[in-house]
């Protein structure tokens, strides 16, 4: 299980260090890919082909079926940690979560988010906290 939280910085090659706690579960290479929230989302090797097995099931002559399903695997990429605990994000991601100079690694259960710092900053607000709180107690969660 993924938690916690992370700050680095990416370089000018576009390579952010992987904290050793993620790098232990995620294994020398696995996939990211772009996350709903403007992030990227990593995924081990084992999530990723559960995830693209529910992909393949959904039934794509539903229009938001194959878009949702090219959202998530068009930019896929999978990438190697170097002997310096760095991974090498691909272009298209960098643009796409606008990682620049600071980034954020954020353990999230089976998944490790990657945010730039400044989009972090603006959507971890928990203002709605007692709301959402609320609402998953209807599903099951309770604190």
Not at 1 to 19: A, Q
Not at 50 to 76: C, D, H, M, W, Y
Not at 92 to 115: M, Q, S
């Given at each position: 299980?993924?938690?916690?939280?992370?700050?680095?910085?990416?370089?000018?090659?576009g390579?952010?260090?992987?904290?050793?706690?993620?790098?232990?579960?995620?294994?020398?290479?696995?996939?990211?890919?772009?996350?709903?929230?403007?992030?990227?989302?990593?995924?081990?090797?084992?999530?990723?082909?559960?995830?693209?097995?529910?992909?393949?099931?959904?039934?794509?002559?539903?229009?938001?079926?194959?878009?949702?399903?090219?959202?998530?695997?068009?930019?896929?990429?999978e990438?190697?940690?170097?002997?310096?605990?760095?991974?090498?994000?691909?272009?298209?991601?960098?643009?796409?979560?606008?990682?620049e100079?600071?980034?954020?690694?954020?353990?999230?259960?089976?998944?490790?988010?990657?945010w730039?710092?400044e989009?972090?900053?603006?959507?971890?607000?928990?203002?709605?906290?007692?709301?959402?709180?609320?609402?998953?107690?209807?599903?099951?969660?309770?604190?």
């Amino acid at each position: 299980m993924f938690m916690g939280e992370y700050n680095h910085t990416i370089d000018t090659k576009g390579r952010v260090i992987i904290p050793a706690k993620f790098r232990e579960a995620l294994g020398d290479s696995f996939v990211v890919t772009k996350g709903i929230d403007d992030c990227l989302i990593a995924y081990d090797k084992n999530e990723w082909n559960v995830f693209e097995e529910n992909l393949k099931k959904l039934p794509t002559i539903q229009k938001n079926n194959r878009k949702f399903v090219r959202f998530f695997l068009a930019g896929a990429a999978e990438v190697e940690v170097d002997k310096q605990g760095r991974i090498l994000v691909p272009p298209v991601l960098r643009d796409f979560a606008g990682l620049e100079k600071d980034v954020v690694l954020v353990g999230v259960a089976n998944k490790v988010e990657i945010w730039s710092k400044e989009r972090w900053d603006a959507s971890a607000t928990y203002d709605d906290i007692d709301e959402i709180a609320e609402n998953m107690a209807g599903l099951g969660i309770m604190i």
